[in-house]
Nanobody, 122 residues
Framework: QVQLVESGGGLVQTGGSLRLSCVAS????????MGWFRQAPGKEREFVAT????????NYADSVKGRFTISRDNAKNTMYLQMNSLKPEDTAVYYC???????????????WGQGTQVTVSF
């Protein structure tokens, strides 16, 4: 079992920045690939970014490429999502997830956090 807890969400103006954190406990964090997903009201959960267990492989959704950066610190059992140049369409609940291998598909992920709300105002 892996327990995941997100933090760092909040309300920010268009063009602002936030950094989300995801702290893991339980099984060895460093053996898992990690991902960020988001879900806006009335929409399906969508892929945001993923990172391999070494941190050497990172992939992003086209909608966030160049604005968001995923990273991890295995010594701290923590993954991050640095979000810059935020837009109103980034408003959503953001979830972190863990999986044995890198994937874009939410159904592949075994463990999920409870989510953190990000709201970007006009």
């Amino acid at each position: 079992q892996v327990q995941l807890v997100e933090s760092g969400g909040g309300l920010v103006q268009t063009g602002g920045s936030l950094r989300l954190s995801c702290v893991a406990s339980g099984r060895t964090f460093s053996s898992y690939a990690m991902g960020w997903f988001r879900q806006a009201p009335g929409k399906e959960r969508e892929f945001v970014a993923t990172i391999s267990w070494t941190g050497g492989r990172r992939n992003y959704a086209d909608s966030v490429k160049g604005r968001f950066t995923i990273s991890r610190d295995n010594a701290k059992n923590t993954m991050y999502l640095q979000m810059n140049s935020l837009k109103p369409e980034d408003t959503a609940v953001y979830y972190c997830a863990a999986n044995p291998s890198v994937s874009y598909r939410s159904n592949d992920y075994d463990y999920w956090g409870q989510g953190t709300q990000v709201t970007v105002s006009f």
